[in-house]
């Protein structure tokens, strides 16, 4: 059983890095302080929001896969 949880927590890890990766970039970051903002803020739309939607759902299964992988460790 917690080989299964561990394998789980490994895809779940590797997806995760990958929705959050394929994301397109809203935010000017740190630019945006020295005056180097040229994002334009508007509607997220298709894979940006399947996206957005799945990290969500990855980190919560994320979360919840590590205290399950916790409390079986013991």
């Keep these: ?16 890095m ?3 990766l394929l994301q ?11 005056g180097q903002s040229t994002t334009m803020y508007g509607k997220k ?3 940006d929001e399947l996206l957005e939607r799945a990290t ?4 919560a299964l994320l979360v919840i896969l590590t205290t ?6 013991r």
């Design 1 to 16: 059983m917690v080989t299964v949880v561990f394998v789980a927590l490994v895809v779940v890890a590797v997806a995760l």
């Design 18 to 20: 990958g929705a959050v």
């Design 24 to 34: 397109s970039g809203r935010t000017a970051g740190m630019g945006a302080m020295a």
């Design 45 to 47: 739309k298709g894979l």
């Design 56 to 59: 969500l759902v990855l980190g």
């Design 68 to 73: 399950l992988g916790a409390r079986l460790w």
